[in-house]
C-alpha cells in the first residue's frame, strides 16, 4: 500500500538526509523514532507529498505519488492521506464543525454534516461543533486533528509528535485512539516521534 525507495532529501546547504525503505500494507502501522533532527519530520512531509524527494520513489495505493504534479499531489493528498500534524492548522474564524466541512470539500467530497456529526459525538465533541478553534482545549484539539485526518477515508494516516507533550496516561489514550480510528478505516498508519514511550504500543518501529 505505501512503499518508498532510496528516498533522500537535502534544505540547500545542509545535510542530506538518507531514509530506510518503507513497506507497509493496508491496517498495518509503524513508528518512526529518532532524536531532533534526524530527519523525521521531513520525512513525514515527504509521505505526505509535502516535498519532493531529491531521490528515490514513493508509491501509495500503486500510483507514483512522488512523480504527480502539484495539482496531482494535493488532491489525491486530500482524498487518501490525512495528517496529524504537531501544530493544529485550524482555520481559526471557522467552527471546528466548518473545518471539517472544508477539509471534506478539499477532497472533492460531497459535504456530510451528518457524517462529521457523528465523529464529533463518538470522540466526545459533539457539543464543540460550533466552537472555534481557539476555545477548544489541548486534548479537544488533538481528538478534532484526529477527526480531521480521517473524514476523507484516507489510505495512509501520518501523525508527527502526537504525544511529545503529553503524561503518561494521556500519551496512551492518544495512541489507543489513533490506533482505533485507523483500524476503524482500514488505514495504514505511520506515527513519527522522539516519544520511545511509543515502543510499548508498537510491534512494528524504525529508527532514523
Known sequence: MLDTRNLSFSY??????VFPDISIASGQHLLVLGKSGTGKTTLLHLLAGFLDPQAGSINLQGQAFSSMSGYQRDLFRAQHVGVVFQAHHFIGSLSLEQNLL?????????PS???????LDRLGLAHRAKAKPNSLSH?????ASIIRALINHPALVLA?????SLDDENCGEVVQLLDQQAKTEGAALVVVTHDKRLKDYFNNWINL
Open 139 to 143: 486534548g479537544e484539539l488533538q481528538r
Open 113 to 119: 454534516i451528518s457524517e462529521i456529526r457523528d465523529r
Open 160 to 164: 508527527d509528535e502526537p504525544t511529545s
Open 12 to 17: 540547500t546547504g545542509n545535510q542530506t538526509f
Open 102 to 110: 472544508w477539509a471534506q470539500k478539499l477532497a472533492r467530497k460531497a
